[in-house]
């Protein structure tokens, strides 16, 4: 895993294999530099992904998709609130993967 940004004192990691893209998105997060999109060396809609933060799996949440995209999309999308190891009260979220954990599980 190589360290592809830092804020806070907190890495965030990405597969060796996959790339990554900072301000390839029309969303706020990345206009405003505040995200990351890292995509899978295997390209494959809804596969499994490694998550880029070591930590306790606080929230998950379910939310309905809104219109309907030009790229593969699903009905519903999820959130996923990761409080990083040894950062009290900082959240990292990961959006557009459905979590395989429940919540309160350490994410490694």
Not at 79 to 98: D, T
Request: proline content about 7%.
């Amino acid at each position: 895993m190589n360290v592809i940004g830092e804020a806070k004192g907190i890495k965030l990691h990405s597969p060796t294999d996959a790339y990554f893209s900072y301000f390839n998105s029309p969303y706020f997060g990345h206009s405003h530099a505040t995200a990351i999109d890292i995509y899978p060396h295997h390209h494959e809609w809804g596969g499994p992904v490694e998550s880029p933060i070591v930590g306790k799996l606080v929230r998950t949440q379910k939310t309905k998709m809104g219109r309907k995209k030009e790229f593969p999309t699903d009905d519903y999308d999820f959130g996923i609130a990761i409080q990083p190891e040894n950062s009290e009260g900082a959240i990292v979220r990961i959006l557009h993967c459905k979590p395989t954990l429940k919540e309160g599980s350490t994410v490694e």
